[in-house]
Structure formats: structure tokens, C-alpha cells
């Protein structure tokens, strides 16, 4: 079955505990990318990567890192959670272009504390 | 903002009625999206039209798109209580803008489907 695997779906950890947020999709797609969602404010782009080793900024970079080493996987990296990055994360990939239909993971919801 | 502005932001109708929801965007496009969330859940891609189309349909689905108004309508006819979902409109961005990504969502309209 075609899909796109985001682990943890929920994590509660306190300010400033590394954690990453694994993604991985079986589609063999070249397009990734991870989005935030927060009420009033919608999905928000934070990175993207057009292919391995290639990965660049979306609107809301700051405070998060991502690589992406293989294909199939694209993980999201907090090197310093804040508070105000408690929000509903989301990965998605597609064939090449972000502008073709998204395949999107279930979601993360991270809190911290 | 480079969001698009959706319309309602929530519409309550009953099972067997249509339900109209609208995008506004503000710039050019190369296409536009419309996506389904139910709750708790990610994000399901419906249908995409693109910026030469007008109208598309698939099943239960009819979209539109005005490029002139800057403007699309995703309709959905003889609602179901399965259709309890947030919808959002996805604008993707042309090359211009876009060295490949990004699409830019819109705020959603939340439909409540009653049975």
C-alpha cells in the first residue's frame, strides 16, 4: 500500500530535548516535505527536498533542521524544542513538484513543555 | 499573505444537501488543489485542476476555476455524514515562484454533515 509513515504520531517532551520525527514513504518519490498545522494560521511549509541531498527553506524555517540521506526518508529534527513549536506536524511527498497532488502522513502531535 | 482565503470557514448542511465551499488566491497559478482532513488525520488529496481547466469532476466532486476571478469552487452534491471534514484549497505555484516547493494551502472550511 502506497503511504507515508511519520513516527512518533504523538510526543510530549519538555524545552530544549532533541528529537526527531521520522518520515518515510514507499512511492519512490523525489519530492518531500514537512508542514506545520496551527488554528487560525493553516499549513505552513517548513522544508522541502526536490531529491537526496537536496533540501531547502520553507516559511517557517527557523528552529528545525532536516537531511535527507535516502529517497524513502526525510526525518525533522528539533536540535532545541521550544514551546512555541507545540503544533500538528505533517509529511508529504510527491513525484517531483511540490505543485502535484501531496501524499500526506497522518501527523505528529508534538507538545512541549 | 500568500494564503487563499476559503469561504465559509464552517458550513453546517444536512445529509442530501450540496455543499459550496470557496478559494480566493491572490497570484498567478500553475494549478489549484483541493484537499479533504478529517479529523485527527492527514491531509487526502481530491482533485486538481489546472489553470488552463475550468471545470472537473470526479464522482460526487465538481471544481471549478476562474483564473480571471482569481477564483475556485469545490462542490460537493448529495452530501453524506461521511463528508464530515475540514476542506482546503491548495494553490500551486508556478515556476516562477516555485523552484519546486511549494503549494500554498488555504485556511480550510470545516463542513459538518448531519444526518
Known amino acids: 500500500e502506497a503511504q507515508v509513515t511519520q513516527n512518533p504520531r504523538y510526543l510530549i517532551t519538555v524545552t530544549g530535548k532533541k528529537l526527531t520525527v521520522t518520515c518515510s514513504q514507499n512511492?519512490?518519490?523525489?519530492?518531500m516535505s514537512w508542514y506545520r498545522q496551527d488554528p487560525g494560521l493553516g499549513l505552513r511549509q517548513i522544508y522541502y527536498s526536490m531529491n537526496v541531498e537536496v533540501t531547502d527553506k520553507g516559511d517557517v524555517p527557523e528552529g528545525y533542521k532536516v537531511s535527507r540521506k535516502e529517497k524513502r526518508n526525510f526525518p525533522l529534527i528539533l536540535e532545541s524544542p521550544s514551546p512555541n513549536q507545540t503544533s500538528l506536524y505533517f509529511c508529504?511527498?510527491?513525484?517531483?513538484?511540490?505543485?502535484?497532488?501531496?501524499?500526506f502522513g497522518d501527523g505528529t502531535r508534538l507538545s512541549i513543555l | 499573505s500568500q494564503q487563499g482565503e476559503e469561504d465559509p470557514q464552517a458550513l453546517s448542511i444536512q445529509e442530501g444537501e450540496n455543499a459550496t465551499m470557496n478559494c480566493s488566491y491572490k497570484?498567478?497559478?500553475?494549478?489549484l488543489q483541493w484537499y479533504r482532513q478529517n479529523s485527527g488525520r492527514g491531509l487526502v488529496h481530491l482533485i486538481l485542476i489546472r489553470s488552463n481547466e475550468r471545470e472537473k469532476h470526479s464522482g460526487r466532486l465538481r471544481v471549478t476555476l476562474d483564473t480571471s476571478k482569481k477564483s475556485s469552487s469545490l462542490l460537493i452534491t448529495a452530501s453524506r455524514a461521511a463528508d464530515t471534514a475540514s476542506y482546503f484549497c491548495?494553490?500551486?505555484?508556478?515556476?516562477?515562484?516555485?523552484?519546486?516547493?511549494?503549494?500554498?494551502f488555504g485556511q480550510g472550511t470545516e463542513l459538518s454533515v448531519k444526518p
Open positions: 512511492m519512490n518519490h523525489e519530492y
Open positions: 497570484t498567478s497559478i500553475n494549478n
Open positions: 508529504a511527498s510527491s513525484y517531483s513538484r511540490s505543485n502535484q497532488p501531496q501524499h
Open positions: 491548495a494553490r500551486g505555484a508556478g515556476w516562477i515562484y516555485n523552484q519546486g516547493g511549494k503549494l500554498i
